[in-house]
């Protein structure tokens, strides 16, 4: 007889299940993936992030680690042209599919026009969080050309006009602690009318 709230727990042989825990974490995938034009094949570990594989396999360090939680977007690319948080993507998940980072959206010595725009308007102070608002910036005006409406869209027939508060909204996934947003606003409103 057992009393209540008493588990019986048969007994287990802790070095074979500790052993059989590190094997799973030495299994390696292969991620082919193209980074900003260059195809790579990589043999990693499932669990690891696509800003970790970005950051400390491939030296691309434009994209910031900064919450390592979805909540700050330094680490924002664009993924198939769309912009996620590269800490909260496995590398896994980016098989077979193009990643742009803040490297890779310069043409030759010719700046991406939303990069022009954040020097033009002075749109950062420290930098750190720099490279995931051009790339949040870049995939919100994409968004935004294809009409898609923001929770402020007035008209969610019409095609979403930039206005601070329609550019706020779409770019608040992204913090800067320096509170540069006074110029970013204007930045990506340049890029917008220029693109």
Known sequence: MVAAGVAIVAPTDAGNAS???SKRFETLATVHIEI???DH???LQPRVTLLDTLRERLNLTGTKKGCNRGECGACTVLLDGRRVNACLVLAVAADGRKVTTIEGLANGPHLHPVQQAFIDHDAFQCGYCTPGQVCSAVGM???AGRGW???VTADLAADPELTEAEIAERM???LCRCGA???IVPAVRSAGAAS
Request: aromatic share 4%; glycine share 10%.
């Open 172 to 174: 608040s996934g992204n």
């Open 141 to 143: 005006l994409r968004e």
């Open 149 to 151: 409406p923001s929770h």
């Open 181 to 183: 947003y006074v110029n």
């Open 19 to 21: 052993e059989s825990l």
């Open 36 to 38: 900003n034009g260059v």
């Open 41 to 43: 094949q990589l043999e």
